[in-house]
């Protein structure tokens, strides 16, 4: 299905949706529960926190309500749970004449998205989140002219949104939800206080990446021949900036930032370039182990756990990453117990999928 874009219409937030805005609420003050909280961050689905069931508080019901956060960051999202929300986040209800189901929501949710930079620059959507203008395919006679609605419910020109094009085209895309068989609850506990402390120098050799500078030396998009990723000290798209014509790392290690963000680590499986910015960790020769995806994860994970040593712009130097201890498991002799590991992260949700 093609997306023609030139043919849509204007329609108000407020024509298809009723907004609410959060009371105040104190999370520190909240019972902890199952019903999630919608608050006004971008990150973990915009989900603060996790409260009991709060009296006198409105519950939004998540297959008719869409949250959002609107202050620093605007952006719209699907909750899987009906949900709180939190202060001065705000919902999109679909009104009771035009309930929309999830993928007419979803399609909406992505126009929303591309909005976001209107409220770049700390700009705050606030009281204007019911009038901003989303363009969404419109209803069209079958002679191809504009179908018009004289009792102008959705917009003062008649125009109606086409929501069965909507749903179409969302399931013409060809996703399909990963699924797990593993249970949380069958993940094996961790025991932490059996575990051995042991420091990085013990285990890894620590390397530092070389210099490129972006643009110049490497770029965004990936081809036949710029087709080494670019690890830096970024905290999305695992650690990926743009792609190069050479590699410094033959993968299947992991890559801790050492700059900004110190000690956020990712595992790499191919071949890349670490920038200046990131350190390469990889087993020391003695431990007669390589990296797997899953021994990759767990160490990642526990790497990344360091990152409050690194706070207030400090930096996560070579010397002072050697001398971090952590703790890992160890079988009965006093060893690092990789079989441990590896079957830990293999039990978890999805773990089954890696």
Same mark, same amino acid.
């Given at each position: 299905?093609?997306?023609?874009?030139?043919?849509?219409?204007?329609?108000?937030?407020?024509?298809?949706?009723?907004?609410?805005?959060?009371?105040?609420?104190?999370?520190?003050?909240?019972?902890?529960?199952?019903?999630?909280?919608?608050?006004?961050?971008?990150?973990?689905?915009?989900?603060?926190?996790?409260?009991?069931?709060?009296?006198?508080?409105?519950?939004?019901?998540?297959?008719?309500?869409?949250?959002?956060?609107?202050?620093?960051?605007?952006?719209?999202?699907?909750?899987?749970?009906?949900?709180?929300?939190?202060?001065?986040? !705000? @919902? *999109?209800?679909? %009104?009771?004449?035009?309930?929309? /189901?999830?993928?007419?929501?979803?399609?909406?949710?992505? =126009?929303?998205?591309?909005?976001?930079?209107?409220?770049?620059?700390?700009?705050?959507?606030?009281?204007?989140?019911?009038?901003?203008?989303?363009?969404?395919?419109?209803?069209?006679?079958?002679?191809?002219?504009?179908?018009?609605?004289?009792?102008?419910?959705?917009?003062?020109?008649?125009?109606?949104?086409?929501?069965?094009?909507?749903?179409?085209?969302? !399931? @013409? *895309?060809?996703? %399909?939800?990963?699924?797990?068989? /593993?249970?949380?609850?069958?993940?094996?506990?961790?025991? =932490?206080?059996?575990?051995?402390?042991?420091?990085?120098?013990?285990?890894?050799?620590?390397?530092?990446?070389?210099?490129?500078?972006?643009?110049?030396?490497?770029?965004?998009?990936?081809?036949?021949?710029?087709?080494?990723?670019?690890?830096?000290?970024?905290?999305?798209?695992?650690?990926?900036?743009?792609?190069?014509?050479?590699?410094?790392?033959?993968?299947?290690?992991?890559?801790?930032?050492?700059?900004?963000?110190?000690?956020?680590?990712?595992?790499?499986?191919?071949?890349?370039?670490?920038?200046?910015?990131?350190?390469?960790?990889?087993?020391?020769?003695?431990?007669?182990?390589?990296?797997?995806?899953?021994?990759?994860?767990?160490?990642?994970?526990?790497?990344?756990?360091?990152?409050?040593?690194?706070?207030?712009?400090?930096?996560?130097?070579?010397?002072?990453?050697?001398?971090?201890?952590?703790?890992?498991?160890?079988?009965?002799?006093?060893?690092?117990?990789?079989?441990?590991?590896?079957?830990?992260?293999?039990?978890?949700?999805?773990?089954?999928?890696?």
């Amino acid at each position: 299905m093609n997306l023609d874009v030139e043919r849509w219409k204007p329609f108000k937030i407020n024509a298809i949706f009723d907004v609410y805005t959060g009371g105040d609420l104190i999370m520190g003050e909240i019972d902890e529960g199952h019903i999630p909280i919608a608050s006004n961050s971008a990150e973990n689905n915009n989900i603060a926190a996790y409260s009991d069931f709060i009296p006198n508080r409105k519950l939004f019901d998540c297959k008719k309500s869409i949250s959002i956060a609107d202050r620093g960051k605007f952006w719209a999202f699907i909750q899987a749970n009906d949900f709180y929300l939190g202060t001065r986040a !705000k @919902s *999109l209800v679909c %009104k009771e004449h035009n309930v929309l /189901n999830f993928y007419q929501m979803t399609f909406i949710v992505s =126009i929303i998205n591309q909005e976001s930079f209107k409220f770049s620059y700390g700009r705050n959507c606030c009281a204007n989140l019911s009038q901003i203008d989303l363009y969404l395919p419109a209803k069209h006679n079958p002679n191809g002219s504009i179908f018009r609605d004289k009792s102008k419910k959705y917009s003062k020109c008649g125009y109606v949104p086409d929501f069965e094009f909507m749903e179409n085209y969302i !399931k @013409s *895309l060809h996703y %399909k939800p990963l699924t797990t068989k /593993n249970r949380p609850e069958n993940a094996p506990p961790l025991n =932490i206080e059996k575990w051995g402390e042991f420091s990085l120098k013990e285990i890894f050799n620590i390397n530092r990446g070389k210099r490129l500078v972006k643009d110049e030396d490497y770029f965004d998009d990936k081809d036949e021949i710029y087709k080494f990723p670019v690890i830096t000290a970024k905290t999305t798209d695992n650690g990926v900036d743009g792609y190069y014509n050479e590699s410094n790392c033959n993968g299947n290690c992991i890559i801790a930032c050492g700059e900004a963000s110190g000690m956020y680590s990712t595992y790499q499986k191919e071949p890349c370039w670490v920038m200046d910015t990131a350190r390469i960790f990889s087993f020391k020769e003695n431990m007669a182990i390589e990296f797997t995806p899953t021994l990759g994860l767990f160490f990642a994970t526990l790497l990344t756990y360091n990152m409050y040593r690194f706070s207030y712009g400090r930096k996560a130097k070579p010397s002072n990453m050697n001398t971090i201890i952590i703790k890992l498991p160890i079988n009965h002799k006093g060893e690092l117990d990789f079989d441990f590991m590896e079957n830990y992260i293999k039990s978890l949700p999805y773990g089954d999928r890696i």
